[in-house]
């Protein structure tokens, strides 16, 4: 069985007290981690927490500062079927998210207001024993009998890795003295099946902010292509 259900993030964030006021809003990026699912018959609890920096504008030309917050939270999917037998993946994504500053009463800019939808699937896989019928006859009825292959489907195994990609990032001279910010974006671009691995491929988008010999502010991207080989347990042929 295959479930999603919505969680909602209604949050107020709150500068600490070293940092500036806020101006404007540069750049935000949130990350949606797993940090656990349990399993209890025909329901599936799941723990995530949401990531989240922020790239500001201070007031009276303080420069520009960053801020991050984790949010956790938790929500329950009913999966008919479920048991502690069964194994569960779990899926999220962000479906909706806005971000606002947000003033205190004497119109200083202290806080960020954030609200944001998170969409969370669950599909369970369980193994069970067929019953299959090989032989069959009739004492009194001659049967024509028609044989037939079908196809069952197995979980053989579950990968859970973390990858290091490492690469030198070239840059002219005098392009970078300081950098602001650095963020990543991450896209799967394939995978392939060696014997018993399986070698994923993709790149990685790696994006900054800094500034140059003259100060100032420029954007830069550098891809970076990469392949993860994942050992399997008892990898078929098919």
């Not at 600490?16 to 209890?40: D, F, M, Y």
């Not at 994006?207 to 292509?225: G, L, T, V, W």
Request: negative net charge; contains cysteine; hydrophobic residues 35%.
């Amino acid at each position: 069985n295959c479930v999603e259900k919505n969680t909602i993030i209604d949050e107020k964030l709150e500068l600490g007290p070293s940092q500036h006021s806020v101006e404007n809003i540069l750049r935000h990026n949130a990350v949606l981690t797993l940090i656990n699912h349990k399993i209890i018959n025909d329901k599936v609890i799941v723990k995530g927490e949401l990531a989240l920096d922020i790239l500001y504008t201070c007031v009276n030309d303080a420069g520009i500062e960053k801020f991050s917050a984790t949010v956790p939270f938790s929500q329950i999917l009913d999966v008919d079927g479920v048991t502690e037998d069964c194994e569960c993946d779990i899926s999220m994504d962000i479906a909706s998210f806005e971000l606002k500053p947000c003033s205190a009463y004497d119109g200083d800019v202290r806080a960020f207001s954030l609200d944001a939808k998170i969409c969370i699937t669950a599909c369970a896989v369980c193994n069970n024993n067929v019953a299959v019928i090989y032989d069959a006859y009739s004492p009194k009825v001659n049967l024509n009998l028609k044989n037939e292959n079908t196809v069952f489907e197995k979980m053989i195994d579950k990968i859970s890795e973390n990858f290091t990609c490492k690469k030198k990032l070239e840059f002219s001279d005098g392009d970078i003295s300081n950098i602001i910010d650095m963020w990543c974006n991450c896209a799967l671009q394939g995978y392939r099946c060696e014997d018993n691995d399986i070698i994923f491929t993709g790149t990685v988008t790696v994006c900054m902010f800094a500034k140059n010999q003259e100060n100032d502010i420029n954007y830069f991207e550098r891809p970076i292509d990469f392949e993860c080989r994942c050992a399997v347990n008892d990898m078929p042929q098919n």
